[in-house]
């Protein structure tokens, strides 16, 4: 039997369905997981159509509990990639995890681009060297990104940089708007079947949502904003299997005085949307840094390491 498409449920035809996936429900779980309102307002449906179609599709999709050696055994597909610094790597129980969200924070200069850049390169690396055998997306909201710096880092890891580079798409973000439309275009990416990609990566994620959401009157607004954002970011990487790496800026706390008063931005709404948090700062003798802050499977722990033309290696 075939699988169950949109059309397939009461009420939608092809030409509600076709406005369904232009509003981003193209599959019967996107429909299954919404709400009648918003299912209505996709498609200019009643509401009493609307919850028809989306118990339909909870019925076919069969949604419910799975055991927990189930799902240890969907995370077995679970890939881990490398940054080339095996105290790092260690830290993070293998390296960066896909099908999760990744996020470094801390002052400039403490190597949240120089982690990006890595990544970008060491996910086009096969399975059994610590890479995805993948393509990376990265999104530029600060101007960071070096093309240069990217065939640096393939060179000192023995690859082709110019097939590295040709490997990596780049997209500048010129607004929050702008961020969060081109995060809605990797899906387009992917599922147009052409690249396989296997690392998000977004410097720096809170920039344009700090310079234009001023003020407490803002707060709120921002914080909503943020949050859609995130949970994009997040289905992203549960959907398909991505890596989605976040850089985020920080800001130091006036009423902290006895130790570090860096915090990051965003609040609670970044950091629980985040699975993995590391703070990265600047050591001794030019050395980086990286404590991991929070994880849902891993202790806190730190390492130290040296940002070199080879991109991150141990000290």
Same mark, same amino acid.
């Given at each position: 039997m075939s699988e169950p498409k949109i059309e397939d449920l009461p009420g939608i035809?092809? $030409?509600?369905?076709?406005?369904?996936? &232009?509003?981003?429900?193209?599959?019967?779980m996107s429909v299954a997981v919404s709400s009648p309102g918003e299912l209505a307002d996709a498609a200019g449906l009643g509401e009493s159509v609307a919850r028809k179609a989306i118990n339909a599709a909870r019925d076919l999709c069969e949604m419910g509990f799975e055991s927990g050696d189930q799902l240890l055994e969907r995370r077995a597909k679970i890939l881990k990639i490398t940054?080339?610094?095996?105290?790092?790597?260690?830290?993070? @129980?293998g390296g960066f =995890?896909?099908?999760?969200?990744?996020?470094?924070?801390?002052?400039?200069?403490s190597g949240k681009s120089q982690v990006a850049h890595v990544l970008a390169v060491t996910v086009q690396k096969p399975v059994e060297?610590?890479? $995805?055998?993948?393509?990376?997306?990265? !999104? @530029?909201?600060?101007?960071?990104?070096?093309? =240069? *710096? !990217? %065939?640096?880092?393939? &060179?000192?890891?023995?690859?082709?940089a110019a097939e590295v580079l040709k490997k990596v798409r780049v997209?500048? /973000?010129?607004?929050?708007d702008h961020q969060m439309l081109l995060v809605a275009k990797? +899906?387009?990416?992917?599922?147009?079947? +052409?690249?396989?990609?296997?690392? !998000?990566?977004?410097d720096s994620l809170t920039s344009h949502f *700090? /310079? +234009?959401? $001023?003020?407490?009157?803002?707060?709120?607004?921002?914080?909503? %904003?943020?949050?859609?954002?995130?949970? /994009?970011? $997040? *289905?992203?990487?549960?959907?398909?299997? #991505?890596?989605v790496y976040v850089t985020n800026q920080v800001m130091a706390k006036p009423d902290t005085f006895f130790g570090d008063p860096t915090e990051a931005i965003g609040g609670n709404i970044v950091g629980h949307n985040s699975a993995f948090r590391i703070y990265l700062r600047r050591g001794k003798k030019g050395t980086r840094v990286? %404590?991991?802050?929070?994880?849902?499977?891993?202790? +806190?722990?730190?390492? #130290?390491?040296?940002?070199? =033309? %080879?991109?991150?290696e141990d000290i």
């Open positions: 035809g092809a $030409a509600t369905a076709e406005k369904l996936r &232009e509003g981003g429900y193209d599959n019967l940054t080339g610094a095996k105290a790092f790597d260690e830290m993070l @129980d =995890e896909t099908g999760s969200i990744s996020e470094c924070y801390g002052t400039y200069g060297e610590g890479g $995805a055998d993948g393509v990376s997306v990265f !999104i @530029d909201g600060e101007g960071t990104f070096r093309p =240069e *710096r !990217i %065939k640096q880092i393939a &060179e000192g890891c023995g690859m082709d997209a500048r /973000a010129y607004n929050s990797v +899906e387009d990416l992917i599922k147009s079947g +052409e690249l396989n990609v296997k690392v !998000i990566i977004v *700090r /310079a +234009e959401y $001023a003020g407490r009157g803002q707060l709120a607004d921002r914080q909503q %904003k943020l949050n859609r954002h995130m949970h /994009a970011l $997040a *289905r992203l990487a549960q959907v398909h299997n #991505i890596c990286g %404590k991991l802050i929070d994880s849902p499977n891993l202790p +806190e722990s730190e390492c #130290i390491f040296n940002v070199t =033309e %080879k991109g991150m």
